[in-house]
């Protein structure tokens, strides 16, 4: 299994912002990870990056245990943060070379030049962060991580800055990716994208994990079935708003 979460705890001070989470991811699956702001989202995909260190429990990518054996388990995963963080003076092309060669990536040219042309970086590749939109930024952000071949992609808000074009060219990015075999968790707060390309979510709230499936199975919970079938409904009645 690409992805496995046993028991994941992550505590600042005496407040937990994620609290016993566990969860698999399986290949070619693309799970929505979603909640309200505050719930632990973005704290479950900084542990499961490395960035941050578990409290407790035990996280495993591609069989490597994070914490046991870290190199190995980051080399199988690309995490792609909302917040564009990129290097002031170097290129869109000089992003990419940086990247693919921390990784050993083979045939970079040919990568890059895929990349460039499927998230429309064309015409951009000696451009420095500074003079690029933030959709392009986050476009960026999302080619180094994808310039790799990755077995698991985590995606925090991945259309955060994109036009409605840019946001149809990042789903289809991101199912082509599925279906070439990884394993894909995304958090986002659009839950119509979430439903359209998810094949299962997982929602939290209070750090915890209150639902676990897919459309389907959770639209027949008992004590969901009043809600809806949508997973706009869905949600509101899981984490209390409805």
């Not at 290949?27 to 979603?34: D, F, N, R, T």
């Not at 149809?168 to 839950?191: D, Y």
């Amino acid at each position: 299994m690409p992805v496995t979460v046993e028991h994941l705890r992550r505590v600042y001070g005496s407040f937990a912002a994620v609290d016993d989470l566990s969860f698999e991811v399986a290949a070619g699956e693309i799970v929505g990870l979603i909640g309200p702001n505050g719930a632990g989202k973005t704290t479950t995909l900084r542990s499961l990056a490395g960035i941050l260190r578990p409290t407790s429990g035990r996280i495993r990518i591609d069989g490597h245990d994070l914490a046991a054996d870290p190199l190995e388990a980051k080399r199988r995963l690309a995490f792609m943060p909302d917040e564009p963080r990129l290097f002031e003076y170097l290129t869109v092309e000089e992003h990419l070379r940086l990247v693919a060669r921390l990784y050993s990536v083979p045939d970079f040219e040919g990568r890059a030049r895929g990349l460039i042309e499927e998230l429309e970086l064309k015409g951009k590749e000696q451009s420095l962060p500074d003079e690029l939109s933030r959709g392009m930024r986050q476009k960026v952000v999302i080619a180094c991580g994808l310039v790799r071949n990755a077995t698991t992609l985590l995606f925090d808000e991945p259309l955060t800055g994109l036009d409605p074009i840019g946001i149809r060219r990042m789903r289809e990015t991101i199912i082509a990716r599925a279906r070439g075999g990884a394993a894909v968790l995304l958090s986002s707060h659009l839950l119509h994208l979430v439903e359209e390309i998810c094949s299962r979510v997982i929602i939290m709230a209070g750090g915890k994990k209150v639902a676990d499936g897919t459309f389907a199975e959770l639209a027949s919970r008992a004590d969901l079935a009043a809600a809806g079938s949508n997973l706009e409904q869905i949600f509101m009645r899981v984490t209390g708003h409805d």
